[in-house]
């Protein structure tokens, strides 16, 4: 017990130049995910929520439709979503390896997720404001753009924060099937060498990313509410 | 102006047909400011929305102007809203915006350039008294200044009509009337045609010119608002006037006063316009030799008249009574016998 201690605190194994790479791979799969799967759920939430507000024809399809593809994308675990996915991942971006492979895996798995938290922020605001600008005679794309993605902003970043943080568990996920980034290090180097440093070393830059994602969200989603 | 014709709205749930809106027909002239009142649920709320085509109507027509709502595109009704704006109770402004962007935004909607949406924009800010104010955020304004950029905010196209919805009932009593005396102020400047919608009687008195009682979804009285005030005919009607002007004490006093006086008549002089400035106690007093007890009294002024009631105690004989409401008469004081 002491022993395994002593050696998980020896930081003997640690290269300092591979840290740097896992972290950085993990950066990049987190950001980029994080990204599309803004602009894909705040779309997706969009539909949603635009296709529940008010009664017509063509809106109860619409909704029925948005809402069963993303929750079946939600219910499916990740590490199954990444298997499933692969030979689709191969088609488009050449690979399942590394970064770029884990790539399409981490969105789709995150975007429905973040769908539905744009949805709860759409519902948040004030239905009194949007009538009030439809009063004025907006149109849709306008009231997108001028009333629901303003006056929704501070939930959506709450919302962005709290993804990106899943996300950064999705890719230590991935890692362990070849993505590389963090997970990868811990498990390829620190599991399979028998090396726990660098486990341990791995899981504390993961926790200073979390902790640095939550700090920004915050303080973001707090600069921009005027209410 | 405005012409509401046979117009009936029910809206239809899965369980239920409610209908909000029964066989209501009105015309509203240009320059008028025309009360809707009612209780909750009265369909006051529904009829307003159907006048800038927020809800459309089951059956009938709404004309505004030369255009019939319910027959304008999509294309059409969003220009027509731009020239019948609207103010609401809980002011509806967007908190991501400042106070001159949210006056700003129904001009970016019209496609107005940005130095044209500026200088506008400035001129409401000082039309509502807001200047040094223009770059707060909502949330840091009283409920009145919330209101003045709800209207800064309706006027900036430059409407025909401002429909108002409930537009003073979050705010206090001292605000209510400031908000009111905006109103009336920007329909004189403007000559816009006013329709507003209100459960506070005080609101209709103040400013309108004439109003609709609603009840049930139905228009159950139209009239001058002094009228109203007068001679109101529907019981919902009389019940908004006396809670107005606190009636129920004055009859509980009388009950009271009887008891004092076993042997005096009790009067009730209303009085409306010129009357209500005749000094018509003195009068009484110097031409029949009474001795008069006054029990209660109130004047109420609407935007352009004043009108009020009377209580008086005398001991009187029968004869010198009908020569007193003769007298009273040729005043336009309105005599009646409280039994």
Known sequence: ?227 | MIDILKVSKIFETKSQKIEAVKDVSLTIDKGEIFGIIGYSGAGKSTLIRLLNGLELPTSGEIIIGDDSIGALSKKELRKKRQKVSMIFQHFNLLWSRTVKENIMMPLEIAGLKKEEREKRADELIDLVGLRGREHNYPSELSGGQKQRVGIARALSNRPEVLLCDEATSALDPETTEEVLNLLLEIRETLGLTIVLITHEMEVIRKICDRAAVMEDGRVVEVAPVLKLFQNPEHGVTKRFVRDDIDDEDTELQIESIKKTFPNATILKLGFVGTGARAPIVSMLVKKFDLDINILSGNIKNTNEESYGHLYIAVNITEELLYAVIDELSKENVKVEVAQ
């Not at chain 1, 884990?102 to 744009?118: D, E």
């Not at chain 1, 849709?140 to 990106?164: F, M, N, Q």
């Open chain 1, 1 to 227: 017990m002491i022993e395994a201690l002593k050696e998980m605190f020896s930081f003997e194994h640690v290269k300092l130049d591979a840290v740097w790479q896992a972290t950085y791979e993990t950066l990049i799969m987190t950001s980029v995910a994080t990204v599309f799967a803004f602009v894909i759920g705040v779309i997706l939430g969009l539909i949603l929520f635009l296709s529940s507000r008010k009664k017509g024809r063509t809106n109860g399809p619409v909704y029925g439709a948005t809402s069963f593809v993303v929750n079946l994308f939600r219910a499916i675990p990740f590490i199954i979503l990444i298997i499933l996915l692969m030979p689709f991942t191969k088609v488009l971006m050449g690979t399942i390896m590394g970064v770029w492979g884990a790539m399409p895996a981490l969105i789709i798995g995150s975007a429905p997720f973040y769908a539905r938290l744009a949805e709860i922020a759409l519902k948040e605001i004030d239905k009194g404001v949007i009538e009030a600008a439809e009063s004025m005679g907006i149109r849709t794309l306008e009231l997108i753009y001028k009333v629901l993605i303003p006056e929704s902003l501070p939930a959506l970043v709450s919302g962005i924060t709290v993804t990106a943080i899943m996300l950064v568990g999705s890719t230590a996920i991935a890692g362990v099937i070849g993505a590389g980034g963090l997970g990868s290090l811990a498990y390829m180097v620190g599991f399979t060498r028998n090396q726990p440093d660098v486990t341990l070393v791995a899981t504390i830059v993961i926790l200073i990313i979390v902790f640095a994602i939550q700090i920004i969200g915050d303080s973001v989603a707090k600069a921009i509410d005027k209410r």
